[in-house]
C-alpha cells in the first residue's frame, strides 16, 4: 500500500468518523449545530473519496499515453 492511499484512509476515516460521531450527537440531543458539523464533515469526506478515485484514474491515463507514447 503506497503512501497516497494511506494518507486519504487517515482522512476518510478522520472525516467519516467525524461526521458519525455529531450524526449521534444530533440524533441524541436534537441541537441543529450538530447536524450542521455532521454535514460538513460528510462533505469533506466525499471529496476526499471523490479526489482519490479521480486521481487514481487519472494516473492510469497519463501512465497509459505515456506507454503508447514511448512504443
Same mark, same amino acid.
Given at each position: !500500500?503506497? $503512501?497516497?492511499?494511506?494518507?486519504?484512509?487517515?482522512?476518510?476515516?478522520?472525516?467519516? /468518523?467525524t461526521?458519525?460521531? +455529531?450524526f449521534?450527537?444530533?440524533?441524541?440531543?436534537?441541537?441543529?449545530?450538530? !447536524?450542521? $458539523?455532521?454535514r460538513?464533515?460528510?462533505?469533506?469526506?466525499?471529496?476526499?473519496?471523490l /479526489?482519490?478515485?479521480?486521481i +487514481?484514474?487519472?494516473?492510469?491515463?497519463?501512465?497509459?499515453?505515456?506507454?503508447?507514447?514511448?512504443?
Amino acid at each position: !500500500m503506497t $503512501v497516497f492511499w494511506w494518507i486519504v484512509g487517515v482522512l476518510l476515516l478522520g472525516t467519516g /468518523g467525524t461526521a458519525a460521531v +455529531t450524526f449521534a450527537l444530533y440524533v441524541s440531543s436534537g441541537e441543529d449545530r450538530y !447536524m450542521d $458539523v455532521a454535514r460538513a464533515a460528510w462533505r469533506w469526506t466525499v471529496v476526499f473519496a471523490l /479526489g482519490a478515485f479521480n486521481i +487514481t484514474i487519472f494516473k492510469h491515463i497519463i501512465l497509459t499515453l505515456i506507454s503508447i507514447w514511448r512504443s
